[in-house]
Protein backbone atom coordinates (compact mmCIF):
# COMPACT_ATOMS: atom_id res chain seq x y z
CA UNK A 1 0.00 0.00 0.00
CA UNK A 2 1.47 3.61 -0.86
CA UNK A 3 1.00 6.73 1.37
CA UNK A 4 1.38 9.88 -0.52
CA UNK A 5 3.23 12.36 1.06
CA UNK A 6 3.43 15.58 0.28
CA UNK A 7 6.57 16.75 0.09
CA UNK A 8 5.71 20.46 0.24
CA UNK A 9 5.89 21.82 3.95
CA UNK A 10 2.98 24.40 4.39
CA UNK A 11 4.02 27.85 3.58
CA UNK A 12 4.44 30.44 6.58
CA UNK A 13 1.97 33.26 6.29
CA UNK A 14 2.96 36.44 4.71
CA UNK A 15 2.25 40.27 4.84
CA UNK A 16 0.27 39.52 1.21
CA UNK A 17 -1.78 37.02 2.34
CA UNK A 18 -2.96 39.02 5.31
CA UNK A 19 -3.65 42.17 2.82
CA UNK A 20 -5.27 39.69 0.46
CA UNK A 21 -7.77 38.26 3.39
CA UNK A 22 -7.86 41.79 4.61
CA UNK A 23 -9.20 43.59 1.04
CA UNK A 24 -6.48 46.04 1.57
CA UNK A 25 -3.05 46.98 0.37
CA UNK A 26 0.17 45.17 1.50
CA UNK A 27 1.39 48.90 2.41
CA UNK A 28 -1.39 48.98 4.75
CA UNK A 29 -0.98 45.80 6.68
CA UNK A 30 2.61 47.04 6.93
CA UNK A 31 1.51 50.25 8.44
CA UNK A 32 -0.59 48.77 10.64
CA UNK A 33 2.19 46.63 12.14
CA UNK A 34 4.64 48.97 12.61
CA UNK A 35 2.05 51.50 14.21
CA UNK A 36 1.66 54.09 11.94
CA UNK A 37 -0.38 56.56 12.26
CA UNK A 38 -1.17 57.38 9.08
CA UNK A 39 -4.18 55.07 8.60
CA UNK A 40 -7.85 54.99 10.09
CA UNK A 41 -8.71 53.91 13.34
CA UNK A 42 -11.67 51.68 11.71
CA UNK A 43 -8.96 50.13 8.63
CA UNK A 44 -6.27 49.49 11.48
CA UNK A 45 -8.98 47.52 13.72
CA UNK A 46 -10.41 45.64 10.52
CA UNK A 47 -6.46 44.79 9.31
CA UNK A 48 -5.67 44.14 13.32
CA UNK A 49 -8.87 41.67 13.33
CA UNK A 50 -7.22 39.67 10.13
CA UNK A 51 -3.84 39.37 11.54
CA UNK A 52 -4.80 37.78 15.14
CA UNK A 53 -7.71 35.62 13.35
CA UNK A 54 -5.20 34.29 10.63
CA UNK A 55 -2.20 34.25 13.92
CA UNK A 56 -0.06 36.10 11.84
CA UNK A 57 3.60 36.73 13.12
CA UNK A 58 6.12 39.33 11.03
CA UNK A 59 9.14 37.81 9.96
CA UNK A 60 11.76 39.74 12.34
CA UNK A 61 14.81 39.34 9.45
CA UNK A 62 12.32 40.53 7.02
CA UNK A 63 10.95 43.39 8.93
CA UNK A 64 14.99 44.41 10.02
CA UNK A 65 15.58 44.25 6.08
CA UNK A 66 12.41 46.66 5.42
CA UNK A 67 12.93 48.94 7.77
CA UNK A 68 16.57 49.19 8.96
CA UNK A 69 15.20 48.78 12.45
CA UNK A 70 15.24 45.26 13.93
CA UNK A 71 14.05 46.12 17.62
CA UNK A 72 16.90 43.49 18.94
CA UNK A 73 19.75 44.01 20.98
CA UNK A 74 22.04 41.60 21.27
CA UNK A 75 23.37 39.31 24.17
CA UNK A 76 26.76 37.99 24.75
CA UNK A 77 26.88 36.23 27.78
CA UNK A 78 29.48 32.90 29.40
CA UNK A 79 28.08 30.74 32.41
CA UNK A 80 24.43 32.17 32.09
CA UNK A 81 23.35 29.29 34.29
CA UNK A 82 25.26 30.84 37.18
CA UNK A 83 23.09 33.00 39.43
CA UNK A 84 24.09 36.24 38.86
CA UNK A 85 24.47 36.22 34.67
CA UNK A 86 20.97 34.31 34.39
CA UNK A 87 19.60 37.20 36.90
CA UNK A 88 21.13 39.95 34.54
CA UNK A 89 19.93 38.63 31.67
CA UNK A 90 16.48 38.42 32.93
CA UNK A 91 16.14 41.56 34.10
CA UNK A 92 17.74 43.17 31.06
CA UNK A 93 15.03 41.29 29.04
CA UNK A 94 12.18 42.73 31.27
CA UNK A 95 13.61 46.63 30.51
CA UNK A 96 14.20 46.14 26.85
CA UNK A 97 10.86 44.75 26.84
CA UNK A 98 9.52 47.94 28.44
CA UNK A 99 11.47 50.24 25.93
CA UNK A 100 10.29 48.03 22.76
CA UNK A 101 12.94 45.91 22.31
CA UNK A 102 13.64 42.13 22.53
CA UNK A 103 16.57 40.29 22.99
CA UNK A 104 18.69 37.43 20.82
CA UNK A 105 21.01 35.63 23.59
CA UNK A 106 24.65 34.29 21.90
CA UNK A 107 26.20 31.76 24.86
CA UNK A 108 29.95 31.49 24.47
CA UNK A 109 31.70 28.50 24.08
CA UNK A 110 34.39 29.13 25.34
CA UNK A 111 36.72 32.87 26.36
CA UNK A 112 38.80 32.12 22.95
CA UNK A 113 39.31 35.12 20.38
CA UNK A 114 37.70 33.32 17.76
CA UNK A 115 34.30 31.75 19.65
CA UNK A 116 33.74 35.33 20.67
CA UNK A 117 34.35 36.46 17.40
CA UNK A 118 32.25 34.44 15.71
CA UNK A 119 29.15 35.30 18.69
CA UNK A 120 29.43 38.96 17.96
CA UNK A 121 29.26 37.93 14.29
CA UNK A 122 26.29 35.66 15.05
CA UNK A 123 24.63 38.50 16.69
CA UNK A 124 25.35 40.78 14.17
CA UNK A 125 23.99 38.81 11.46
CA UNK A 126 21.10 38.92 13.31
CA UNK A 127 21.00 43.00 12.36
CA UNK A 128 20.76 43.69 16.11
CA UNK A 129 21.00 47.76 17.02
CA UNK A 130 22.85 46.86 19.91
CA UNK A 131 25.38 44.59 22.29
CA UNK A 132 25.35 44.14 25.63
CA UNK A 133 28.09 42.11 26.89
CA UNK A 134 27.50 39.72 30.17
CA UNK A 135 30.60 37.56 29.70
CA UNK A 136 32.92 38.81 33.48
CA UNK A 137 35.96 37.00 32.91
CA UNK A 138 38.50 39.38 31.51
CA UNK A 139 39.55 37.73 28.60
CA UNK A 140 36.19 37.87 26.90
CA UNK A 141 35.96 41.86 28.05
CA UNK A 142 39.15 42.33 26.46
CA UNK A 143 38.33 40.69 23.24
CA UNK A 144 35.59 42.39 22.55
CA UNK A 145 36.79 45.89 23.27
CA UNK A 146 39.38 45.54 20.70
CA UNK A 147 36.52 44.87 17.77
CA UNK A 148 35.40 47.54 15.44
CA UNK A 149 31.89 46.70 15.41
CA UNK A 150 28.80 49.13 13.73
CA UNK A 151 26.67 49.48 16.97
CA UNK A 152 26.78 50.85 20.46
CA UNK A 153 28.11 48.03 23.11
CA UNK A 154 27.62 47.84 26.78
CA UNK A 155 29.38 45.91 29.14
CA UNK A 156 28.49 44.80 32.45
CA UNK A 157 31.94 44.86 33.62
CA UNK A 158 34.07 46.65 35.77
CA UNK A 159 33.20 50.40 37.02
CA UNK A 160 34.24 53.11 36.08
CA UNK A 161 34.64 51.77 32.44
CA UNK A 162 33.07 54.20 29.61
CA UNK A 163 30.04 52.66 27.99
CA UNK A 164 29.59 49.68 31.16
CA UNK A 165 27.22 49.05 33.94
CA UNK A 166 28.19 47.73 37.33
CA UNK A 167 27.85 46.68 40.32
CA UNK A 168 30.52 47.94 42.91
CA UNK A 169 31.74 44.57 43.86
CA UNK A 170 34.34 46.15 45.83
CA UNK A 171 32.10 48.06 47.99
CA UNK A 172 29.87 44.79 48.38
CA UNK A 173 32.71 43.09 49.84
CA UNK A 174 34.02 45.75 51.76
CA UNK A 175 30.85 45.86 53.55
CA UNK A 176 30.63 41.81 54.13
CA UNK A 177 33.99 41.82 55.84
CA UNK A 178 33.00 45.48 57.93
CA UNK A 179 30.56 43.77 59.09
CA UNK A 180 31.59 40.52 60.34
CA UNK A 181 34.85 43.57 61.87
CA UNK A 182 32.45 45.26 63.58
CA UNK A 183 30.85 42.34 65.24
CA UNK A 184 34.50 41.39 66.57
CA UNK A 185 36.03 38.99 64.36
CA UNK A 186 40.01 39.73 63.34
CA UNK A 187 40.65 36.36 61.80
CA UNK A 188 38.55 36.41 58.65
CA UNK A 189 39.24 33.77 56.33
CA UNK A 190 38.06 34.55 52.04
CA UNK A 191 36.88 32.06 49.51
CA UNK A 192 37.53 33.50 46.38
CA UNK A 193 35.54 33.01 42.78
CA UNK A 194 37.91 32.04 39.79
CA UNK A 195 40.01 35.16 39.10
CA UNK A 196 39.86 35.76 35.53
CA UNK A 197 36.50 36.95 36.56
CA UNK A 198 36.43 40.49 37.17
CA UNK A 199 33.50 40.59 39.53
CA UNK A 200 35.42 37.40 41.87
CA UNK A 201 38.99 40.03 41.56
CA UNK A 202 36.89 43.22 42.53
CA UNK A 203 35.58 40.77 45.60
CA UNK A 204 38.91 40.32 46.54
CA UNK A 205 40.37 43.23 46.33
CA UNK A 206 37.41 44.87 48.39
CA UNK A 207 38.06 41.88 51.09
CA UNK A 208 42.06 42.90 51.26
CA UNK A 209 41.24 46.46 51.29
CA UNK A 210 39.11 46.54 54.24
CA UNK A 211 41.15 44.27 56.10
CA UNK A 212 44.05 46.81 55.64
CA UNK A 213 41.63 49.67 56.36
CA UNK A 214 41.28 47.91 59.62
CA UNK A 215 44.79 46.84 59.91
CA UNK A 216 43.45 43.08 60.67
CA UNK A 217 45.64 40.14 59.62
CA UNK A 218 45.14 39.44 55.99
CA UNK A 219 45.81 35.62 54.55
CA UNK A 220 45.57 34.68 51.49
CA UNK A 221 42.47 34.08 50.09
CA UNK A 222 41.32 30.61 48.68
CA UNK A 223 40.77 30.80 44.31
CA UNK A 224 37.60 28.94 44.11
CA UNK A 225 35.23 28.21 41.01
CA UNK A 226 31.44 29.69 42.51
CA UNK A 227 30.60 26.14 43.47
CA UNK A 228 28.97 24.45 46.54
CA UNK A 229 31.50 22.08 45.79
CA UNK A 230 34.48 23.93 46.37
CA UNK A 231 33.29 25.57 49.46
CA UNK A 232 32.60 22.00 51.33
CA UNK A 233 36.07 20.85 50.59
CA UNK A 234 37.86 23.98 51.27
CA UNK A 235 35.68 23.95 54.83
CA UNK A 236 36.63 20.41 55.61
CA UNK A 237 40.00 21.46 54.82
CA UNK A 238 40.03 24.53 56.91
CA UNK A 239 38.35 22.96 59.84
CA UNK A 240 41.19 20.80 60.74
CA UNK A 241 42.80 23.94 62.21
CA UNK A 242 40.45 26.04 62.83
CA UNK A 243 42.62 29.54 63.33
CA UNK A 244 40.06 31.53 62.37
CA UNK A 245 36.39 32.81 63.27
CA UNK A 246 34.79 33.95 59.96
CA UNK A 247 34.27 33.42 56.57
CA UNK A 248 33.41 35.56 53.63
CA UNK A 249 32.83 33.52 50.59
CA UNK A 250 32.56 34.99 47.05
CA UNK A 251 29.56 33.97 46.89
CA UNK A 252 26.44 32.14 48.17
CA UNK A 253 27.43 28.72 46.91
CA UNK A 254 30.45 28.40 48.04
CA UNK A 255 28.87 29.61 51.61
CA UNK A 256 26.37 26.97 51.46
CA UNK A 257 29.10 23.94 50.74
CA UNK A 258 31.70 25.54 53.89
CA UNK A 259 28.05 25.34 56.09
CA UNK A 260 27.94 21.80 55.01
CA UNK A 261 31.31 21.48 56.37
CA UNK A 262 30.96 22.82 59.37
CA UNK A 263 28.03 20.75 60.25
CA UNK A 264 29.87 17.54 59.16
CA UNK A 265 32.64 18.60 61.70
CA UNK A 266 30.46 19.47 63.87
CA UNK A 267 31.39 23.25 63.95
CA UNK A 268 28.54 25.49 64.77
CA UNK A 269 27.73 28.37 63.03
CA UNK A 270 27.37 31.29 63.96
CA UNK A 271 28.42 30.46 67.73
CA UNK A 272 31.88 28.94 66.32
CA UNK A 273 32.31 31.16 62.77
CA UNK A 274 30.58 33.43 61.79
CA UNK A 275 29.77 33.75 57.42
CA UNK A 276 29.14 35.63 55.33
CA UNK A 277 28.05 35.04 51.30
CA UNK A 278 27.12 37.47 48.40
CA UNK A 279 24.45 37.81 45.88
CA UNK A 280 21.74 36.87 47.89
CA UNK A 281 19.99 34.24 45.95
CA UNK A 282 16.45 33.00 46.66
CA UNK A 283 17.23 29.86 48.75
CA UNK A 284 20.14 32.37 50.96
CA UNK A 285 16.85 32.90 53.46
CA UNK A 286 16.19 29.78 53.89
CA UNK A 287 19.69 28.17 54.85
CA UNK A 288 20.18 26.65 57.78
CA UNK A 289 21.05 29.11 59.33
CA UNK A 290 19.60 31.70 57.28
CA UNK A 291 23.07 33.31 55.46
CA UNK A 292 24.01 37.21 56.14
CA UNK A 293 25.26 37.78 52.24
CA UNK A 294 25.44 41.16 50.17
CA UNK A 295 22.35 41.46 48.22
CA UNK A 296 22.63 42.99 44.47
CA UNK A 297 19.97 44.92 42.56
CA UNK A 298 19.62 43.37 38.92
CA UNK A 299 16.17 44.76 38.40
CA UNK A 300 17.89 48.52 38.84
CA UNK A 301 20.63 46.82 36.61
CA UNK A 302 18.74 45.97 34.02
CA UNK A 303 16.58 49.42 33.81
CA UNK A 304 20.15 50.93 33.56
CA UNK A 305 21.71 49.06 31.21
CA UNK A 306 18.75 49.71 28.80
CA UNK A 307 19.28 53.26 29.28
CA UNK A 308 22.68 53.66 28.68
CA UNK A 309 21.95 51.67 25.20
CA UNK A 310 18.92 54.26 24.53
CA UNK A 311 20.86 57.13 25.07
CA UNK A 312 23.58 55.70 22.78
CA UNK A 313 21.46 55.03 20.00
CA UNK A 314 20.02 58.61 19.88
CA UNK A 315 23.40 60.03 19.89
CA UNK A 316 23.91 60.62 23.58
CA UNK A 317 26.87 59.90 25.62
CA UNK A 318 25.75 58.41 28.60
CA UNK A 319 27.69 57.02 31.79
CA UNK A 320 26.21 55.44 34.82
CA UNK A 321 27.49 55.66 38.32
CA UNK A 322 27.57 51.80 39.92
CA UNK A 323 25.13 50.17 41.61
CA UNK A 324 26.32 49.68 45.53
CA UNK A 325 25.29 46.39 47.00
CA UNK A 326 23.57 45.69 50.14
CA UNK A 327 24.38 44.09 53.05
CA UNK A 328 21.69 41.84 54.37
CA UNK A 329 22.24 40.64 58.01
CA UNK A 330 20.54 37.40 59.27
CA UNK A 331 21.55 34.50 61.73
CA UNK A 332 24.84 33.14 59.76
CA UNK A 333 27.30 36.03 61.66
CA UNK A 334 27.48 36.83 65.18
CA UNK A 335 29.95 38.37 67.65
CA UNK A 336 32.68 35.98 68.53
CA UNK A 337 32.86 34.04 71.08
CA UNK A 338 35.90 35.41 72.54
CA UNK A 339 34.34 39.07 72.36
Known amino acids: MRVAVDSEPPRALNIRDVAREAGVSY ?63 TAIEFAARDAGYRLSVANLRSGEPDAVRTSVDDLLSQAVEAIIVIAPQQEVLSEVGGMSVDV ?34 EFIVHLAGPQNWTEAEARMVGYLRELDARDLRVRAPLLGDWTAQFGYEAGLSLLRTPDFTAVFAGNDSMALGFLHACRERGVRVPEDIS ?11 HFFPPLTTVRQDFVELGRRTIRILMAQLNGEDVVQEPLIPRLIVRASSA ?3 SS
Open 335 to 337: APR
Open 27 to 89: QTVSRVLNGSDRIREKTREHVQSVIDRLGYRPNPVARALSTSRSRTIGVLTAQSSLYGPATAI
Open 275 to 285: IVGFDDIPEAA
Open 152 to 185: PIVALGPSGERHSMAMDQIAGARAAVGHLADLGH
